[in-house]
């Protein structure tokens, strides 16, 4: 089955960049997605398609996706964005179709 | 309003059954895919099944299937999943989530279901 690895955390200074990877075998070929958790919330869909916004998510939210390496990069990180982030992708090759990454914390120092 | 709203979690004993509702409003719930995504405590997601728009096509994780079993009645805009032989790692938090395009824009805030003697 696809497995997509996320570092267990990431660190940063308000207003400085955050980036989370998602590692997967060629996951450049696939369409990866991103969700923001924070504690005691439903998850809300932060990135899709590798790199769009849904509306209402802050432009500082942003995507990119190659070869074996996708990426959320937080700009001028705030308080308010710290939380768990996971990535996503729809495997229609295997049985498991939907695999989400083990989650990545984000702390804002 | 757009929202999804779980119900139907609590406590069950090891062996027994549980029916979990989703109540969709504010989108024409007969155009999309619906699924269901759990979370165990202090765990990550895992997604657990999926259903088709009409209902034809089905899919279930490993985990769950024999056992659970996800159903959808469009006239009452409403999605199901019945789950049987329930077990101690089957406890979570059940999320519904609407499926745009294979990823979910929607999630509900979720329903608790503890599996325990």
């Known amino acids: 089955s696809y497995v997509l690895t996320q570092p267990p955390s990431v660190s940063v200074a308000p207003g400085q960049t955050a980036r989370i990877t998602c590692g997967g075998n060629?996951?450049?070929?696939?369409?990866v997605h991103w969700y923001q958790q924070k504690p005691g919330q439903a998850p809300v869909l932060v990135v899709y398609?590798?790199?769009d916004r849904p509306s209402g998510i802050p432009e500082r939210f942003s995507g990119s996706n190659s070869g074996n390496t996708a990426t959320l990069t937080i700009s001028r990180v705030e308080a308010g964005d710290e939380a768990d982030y996971y990535c996503?992708?729809?495997?229609?090759?295997?049985?498991?179709?939907?695999?989400f990454g083990g989650g990545t914390k984000l702390t804002v120092l | 309003q757009v929202q999804l709203v779980e119900s139907g979690g609590g406590l069950v004993k090891p062996g027994g059954s549980l029916r979990l509702s989703c109540a969709a409003s504010?989108?024409?719930?007969?155009?999309?895919?619906m699924s269901w995504i759990r979370q165990a405590p202090g765990k990550g997601l895992e997604w657990v099944s999926y259903?088709?728009?009409?209902?034809?096509?089905?899919y279930y994780a490993d985990s769950v299937k024999g056992r659970f079993t996800i159903s959808r009645d469009n006239a009452k805009n409403s999605l199901y999943l019945q789950m049987n032989s329930l077990r101690a790692e089957d406890t979570a938090v059940y999320y519904c989530?609407?499926?745009?395009?294979?990823?979910?824009?929607?999630w509900g805030r979720g329903t608790l279901v503890t599996v325990s003697s």
């Open positions: 989530a609407k499926v745009t395009l294979w990823y979910f824009d929607l």
């Open positions: 504010g989108f024409t719930f007969s155009d999309y895919y």
């Open positions: 259903i088709s728009s009409s209902g034809s096509t089905i």
């Open positions: 060629n996951i450049g070929s696939k369409s």
């Open positions: 398609d590798d790199s």
């Open positions: 996503q992708v729809w495997d229609s090759s295997s049985d498991h179709h939907v695999v």
